[in-house]
Nanobody, 121 residues
């Protein structure tokens, strides 16, 4: 059975940093990524990475501030978030796909339960 388990969310002040992790079990994936959903908004793409990190992609809103990485030995994907802004507040979801890196949620077959990130003073 495939499971994606996220951890690392929390409350942080604007300008601060936070790291998320997502451990996959049951199989490995060509692509792992992160999406987020704020209250009243649709789920949006944040970042994704191919298995060996040769192909990474970021939403324009997080480019230069967030970094996605993978540890294949641990079957885990990470999201390091720096210079956080209040508009980054959302539930962050880990997602996994057997296909290539893509920004569309429909291309991802497996999802984590979500972890809350709140950026507020």
């Amino acid at each position: 059975q495939v499971q994606l388990v996220e951890s690392g969310g929390g409350l942080v002040q604007p300008g601060g940093s936070l790291s998320l992790s997502c451990a996959a079990s049951g199989r490995t994936f060509a692509t792992m990524g992160w999406f987020r959903q704020a209250p009243g908004k649709v789920r949006e793409f944040v970042a994704a990475s191919s298995r060996y990190g040769g192909n990474t992609y970021y939403a324009d809103s997080v480019k230069g501030r967030f970094t996605i990485s993978r540890d294949n030995a641990k079957n885990t994907v990470y999201l390091r978030m720096n210079s956080l802004k209040p508009e980054d507040t959302a539930v962050y979801y880990c997602a996994a796909s057997p296909g290539p890196v893509d920004t569309h949620p429909r291309e991802y077959n497996y999802w984590g339960q979500g972890t809350q990130v709140t950026v507020s003073s």
